[in-house]
């Protein structure tokens, strides 16, 4: 999401008293601050991310460490026999390869390779409410005039003497939904929007994200023309740039794990004995009604506040040799709406790689590992758990 999709900024990294996605997401998170001249080397909330500069990072990281990176390449079906992902199908420009291995990280994003399969998983709140949180398609505009873009202060909607607020009530530019508009300064003269919304989309049916990708672009190219007509003096000559390859996708499958994180342990802020990391962003689910429930229920967390993430929500049901990381970990809808973002997804994969390293290892099952050398392993690496 941080490189093709374009999403302009990270979540933040903290508690408001410390950094808690330490570990594999700090370095990547301090890595990917160098050479931005414009960020404090100190900042740790809302950072922007240079999409290229984390391109970088991530090759280096995982070649440093003896992998092999496959681009253009996409999972398309598994064996399975007895609970045990046996050989998982790739297709690429080679055609079809098979790749055979111990354990497997599903980290799709989709929960693609545990669905594929055969392992439940939930979408929306149920069967009869499928509702999916909307995407967003992430642009970038060049020949930006900074001093202006700081000038004309927040974009977003909920700011009522913002021109995102004049012009959707002027409704001058039908193709803007709605006032969901954050601008970050991503570099030298050159923003990156996290802007608006395309509903109806589902990454896991194809023909959904190819309309939500043409109606991206068009909604790319209306957020121009209106800050071109609304704010002049940071956009008057700005330049639509690029879009994301990615559309930015909030939701998909969540697995049916063997422990469901729940509403309840957000709100009472729990420690797990068996967690591999923790999180504190407020629960955002782009969804009106369930936008209002979370608002009305779930107070953000206070300085120093922090909930775990299980390792049991990672395991899938059915299967033995499966760990999963990423937004699709087994928890409810609307804490889904907290564990999506990239810092804790970052969090996520380092204790589901090493678990899964630890399984491979011992010739075990994710299940029958050591979890106290586990968190012993990951308390070593500077994760922060408790």
Not at 61 to 89: C, K, Q, R, W, Y
Request: some cysteine; charged content about 25%; aromatic content about 8%.
């Amino acid at each position: 999401m941080g490189t093709s999709a374009l999403v302009p900024a990270w979540t933040p990294f903290s508690d408001r008293e410390q950094i808690i996605y330490k570990g594999l997401a700090e370095h990547v998170f301090t890595e990917t601050k160098k050479g931005m001249k414009h960020i404090d080397p100190k900042a740790v909330d809302w950072v922007a991310i240079d999409a290229e500069r984390l391109k970088r990072v991530y090759d280096d990281l995982v070649i440093s460490h003896g992998a092999d990176i496959l681009f253009n390449t996409f999972v398309s079906d598994v064996e399975t026999v007895d609970g045990n992902i046996t050989t998982l199908i790739a297709s690429n420009k080679s055609g079809l390869v098979a790749y055979t291995a111990k354990v497997f990280v599903d980290a799709t994003g989709d929960a693609d390779l545990s669905a594929f399969a055969g392992a439940p998983f939930m979408k929306g709140d149920s069967p009869e409410h499928p509702q999916l949180q909307p995407a967003t398609h992430c642009f970038i505009f060049s020949n930006v005039d900074m001093e202006g873009f700081k000038a004309i202060g927040r974009l977003h909607a909920d700011n009522p003497n913002s021109v995102i607020h004049k012009l959707l009530k002027e409704k001058k530019y039908p193709l803007i939904p709605d006032g969901h508009v954050i601008g970050t300064m991503v570099g030298p003269g050159t923003v990156g929007f996290n802007a608006g919304h395309i509903f109806n989309i589902d990454n896991t049916v194809p023909k959904t994200v190819s309309r939500g990708l043409i109606e991206g672009r068009k909604l790319a190219e209306s957020f121009r023309l209106a800050l071109k007509e609304y704010a002049p003096e940071a956009f008057g000559d700005a330049h639509l740039v690029s879009t994301g390859a990615l559309l930015g996708i909030r939701e998909t499958r969540r697995i049916e794990g063997d422990y469901i994180l729940t509403v309840d342990d957000y709100a009472t802020r729990r420690t797990f004995d068996d967690e591999i990391c923790r999180n504190a962003y407020f629960i955002d689910v782009h969804d009106s009604i369930y936008a209002a429930e979370a608002k009305g229920k779930l107070s953000r967390y206070k300085k120093g506040e922090s909930h775990g993430i299980p390792y049991r929500s990672l395991i899938p049901k059915t299967l033995l040799n499966v760990l999963v990381a990423g937004r699709s970990i087994s928890c409810e809808r609307m804490v889904q709406g907290s564990v999506r973002v990239m810092p804790v997804c970052l969090a996520m994969g380092e204790g589901a790689g090493m678990a899964a390293a630890h399984a491979a290892l011992n010739d075990v099952g994710v299940r029958d590992i050591d979890i106290k050398h586990l968190r012993s392993r990951l308390l070593e690496e500077g994760v922060y758990i408790k």
